[in-house]
């Protein structure tokens, strides 16, 4: 006999799909490029099944209807320099997270600001070393993947890799062992060992130190050899992955563009010729702003009363210079340096240094999926992932509007609504 239930079943079926149509009515919308008004965007399960006038959407009737009034919709946004497990240094200093906070205490905090930074409108992040707690970021990753916590989708680079010698926490006699903030290797062979490990044990991506300071009060120098860096590249393109370069110094870049590494984080000293470099072999640029003025301030600098410091007016010239060059720029403020859910502060300073508000928003969209990695995200575009927020007003025309996310769906479901 065959069972009754098979219409009721269906029914239920039908009206489930239909529940889980909906169609997002803002006053404009950002698609990742440019900014449309009477724009609708509609969302089918998880992902977007059309973004364009609301005439040219069929049955439009049959979807749940959000109106989102006064507000931008846009992609969620994706952060390029996170570090999920740090918080700022203003309430515990670096050293002192390294060495006093347990990885425990760590993953607790990740899972906060993991939620913070979602609510704040990032949906996708790119998270840059676990800063001496070992895994833990990829563990905290897994945790968001399986929907056992709220946050971001991430890419995870575990322990960063250093030089040995030029990483810390450091001033202690040669007596005493310490936990160091990332993993020291010398040579190509424990190099490429060191990066195949961290593969093998579920790091995205490979961050490396191409240069840091050798002793307290020093500038920084470089400090892979060339065919170090040349090693680690070869040995993470060959497995699918990718490598990123901490670098500050015009030869530290130098050696990481031409290692092959794919973007080059913070660049203060970077140069013209540098910039250009970095353009023709595209590599993409992360000039963590935000952070360079958190610790300025934590270290007493009054904004907009006192003089700039050197650091900052440094920071200044190498973004304008990197602006010149036409560099792919990746929005990415190294949160946690600063408050995780803060983020739009990195988007107000690359305003406020030179950047037009428009392309700070593909920065932090289109530009940030394309460059690091993110497939079918950063657009607002028939068939790509539901990573959609809504902010108030026109961020293209005040960016400060950024802080006002009102509206955050991600992967289809909503998370915040007011």
Known sequence: MKPKYYPLLLIFLCLKSLQSQTLLIPDRVFDGVAMHEDWVVAVDQNRISYAGPLNGLKKSNSYTKQELKGMTLMPGIIEGHSHL?????????????????????????GVVHAKNSLMAGVTAMRDLGSEGAGYTDVYLKK???????????????????????????KGFHDGVTVPLGAVPVTGVDVATREVRTQMGNGAN?????????????????????????????NAATTAGRYVVAHASTPEGMRRAI??????????????????????????????????????????????GKDQDPDRVTQKKKSFKLALESGVDIVFGGDVGVFTHGENYRELELMVEYGMAPLKALQSATSVN????????????????????????????????QMKNVK????????????
């Not at 590494?261 to 470099?277: D, M, N, P, R, S």
């Not at 509206?407 to 007011?418: A, R, T």
């Open 369 to 400: 999926a394309r460059v690091l990695h993110f497939e079918e995200l950063g657009m607002i575009q028939n068939g790509y992932l539901a990573d959609i927020i809504a902010v108030e007003g026109n961020p293209a025309v005040d960016i400060t």
């Open 205 to 233: 991506l490979i961050k490396i130190y191409a240069d840091y300071r050798w002793g307290a009060g020093e500038p920084s120098r470089p400090t892979f050899l060339q065919e170090e860096i040349n090693a680690m590249v």
């Open 85 to 109: 497990l740090l918080h700022p240094y203003n309430e515990t200093e670096w050293n002192d997270q390294v060495l006093k906070e347990s990885p425990t205490e760590r993953a607790v905090r």
């Open 258 to 303: 031409l290692g092959g590494v794919e973007t080059i984080e913070h660049g203060h000293e970077g140069t013209l010729e540098i910039f250009k470099l970095m353009k023709e072999k595209n590599v993409a640029f992360c000039p963590t702003l935000a952070a360079v003025e958190s610790i300025s301030q934590y270290q007493g600098w009054q904004k």
């Open 407 to 418: 509206f955050v769906m991600k992967d289809g479901v909503i998370y915040k609504n007011e």
């Open 143 to 169: 945790t968001i993947d399986d929907g056992i916590i709220p946050g971001p989708r991430t890419l995870m680079a575990g322990p960063a890799i250093v030089a040995t010698g030029a990483y810390g926490p």
